[in-house]
């Protein structure tokens, strides 16, 4: 079985940061992309940054120049560095990667339960 486990998120004023860090656990062979979602209630889940495993980046026009994704390998964890947060930003964060469990299995996507980031003052 594999496990994401998002942690970080929480309540923070308007031009305030986080740092939001994704755990993987359970038998994973290799991952390739990691992403980090956001869900606003009523609305769908948007992308908002992937990295690859050669830690190619790409972000969503909203969040760059402020946000940062980043990863280790070594871990087996991403993070999403926010910064200069807006109200706009304020969201369900969903960390989500696209796992091998062994060297002949089919890749799998897998989704975190979801850390809570909230911008307000």
């Known amino acids: 079985q594999v496990q994401l486990v998002e942690s970080g998120g929480g309540l923070v004023e308007p031009g305030g940061s986080l740092r939001l860090s994704c755990a993987a656990s359970?038998?994973?062979?290799?991952?390739?992309?990691m992403d980090w979602y956001r869900q606003l209630p009523g609305k769908q889940r948007e992308l908002v940054a992937a990295i690859t495993s050669s830690r190619s980046t790409n972000y969503a026009d909203s969040v760059k120049g402020r946000f940062t994704i980043s990863r280790d390998n070594a871990k087996n964890m991403v993070y999403l560095r926010m910064n200069s947060l807006k109200p706009e930003d304020t969201a369900v964060y969903y960390c989500n990667a696209n796992i091998q469990f062994s060297r002949d299995s089919r890749w799998k996507q897998y989704w975190g339960q979801g850390t809570q980031v909230t911008v307000s003052s």
């Open positions: 359970g038998s994973i062979f290799r991952i390739d992309r």
